[in-house]
T-cell receptor, first 112, second 114 residues
Framework: AQSVTQLGSHVSVSEGALVLLRCNYS??????LFWYVQYPNQGLQLLLK??????LVKGINGFEAEFKKSETSFHLTKPSAHMSDAAEYFC??????????FGQGTTLQVKP | DGGITQSPKYLFRKEGQNVTLSCEQN?????MYWYRQDPGQGLRLIYY???????QKGDIAEGYSVSREKKESFPLTVTSAQKNPTAFYLC?????????????FGAGSRLTVL
């Protein structure tokens, strides 16, 4: 069975600082992994996805994630945080038949 | 523009009442999903449908029901049997059910039981 664990329910960074949101996965088959972002009272928007073509995946808004099989990780990073990055971020793995299995979410706070 | 429309955005219900949340998509997607979101618990799958007139239970289907009579529509009924229905409900759709499948989400419906 597939699952994801997001380390840290809240992350706080200063504007301009590095953003690092952690995600570890468990999967009995080669995983397909995703990062989504959710702004308050809205739906989820895809940031990026890993589909085995490349281990370093670039997404929207300057975010990227690196798939590390040896560490079973898919951490999300951004070199310089903006105030507009404040949101909740979800890591997900494909659970078969198209459905996604989500982590608990990490709320990113960006301080001026 | 194509997308997913969920209504109502906010809904209040008295205990013991059934309520139906609407989800309509004009993306021509075959698959549709309902997720429930609670603080600190991420998103949990309630029901999903891969094709018209067919649907499967997700991880937390008890107390919910769905129908898929049209490709565009996948309404969710929260019944009185759902013990703790207050939550944010998200509908999603996708073109298929492959492993690289990307879900497109609606803006959500927030249900509060009084």
């Amino acid at each position: 069975a597939q699952s994801v664990t997001q380390l840290g329910s809240h992350v706080s960074v200063s504007e301009g600082a590095l953003v690092l949101l952690r995600c570890n996965y468990s999967s009995s088959v080669p995983p397909y992994l995703f990062w989504y972002v959710q702004y308050p009272n809205q739906g989820l928007q895809l940031l990026l996805k890993y589909t085995s073509a490349a281990t370093l995946v670039k997404g929207i808004n300057g975010f990227e994630a690196e798939f590390k099989k040896s560490e079973t990780s898919f951490h999300l990073t951004k070199p310089s945080a903006h105030m507009s990055d404040a949101a909740e971020y979800f890591c997900a793995v494909n659970g078969g038949t198209g459905k996604l299995i989500f982590g608990q979410g990490t709320t990113l706070q960006v301080k001026p | 523009d194509g997308g997913i429309t969920q209504s109502p955005k906010y809904l209040f219900r008295k205990e013991g009442q059934n309520v139906t949340l609407s989800c309509e998509q004009n993306l021509n997607h075959d698959a549709m999903y309902w997720y429930r979101q609670d603080p600190g618990q991420g998103l949990r799958l309630i029901y999903y449908s891969q094709i018209v007139n067919d649907f499967q239970k997700g991880d937390i289907a008890e107390g919910y029901s769905v129908s898929r009579e049209k490709k565009e529509s996948f309404p969710l009924t929260v019944t009185s049997a759902q013990k703790n229905p207050t939550a944010f409900y998200l509908c999603a759709s996708s073109t298929g059910t492959g492993l690289t499948n990307v879900l497109t989400f609606g803006a959500g419906s927030r249900l509060t039981v009084l």
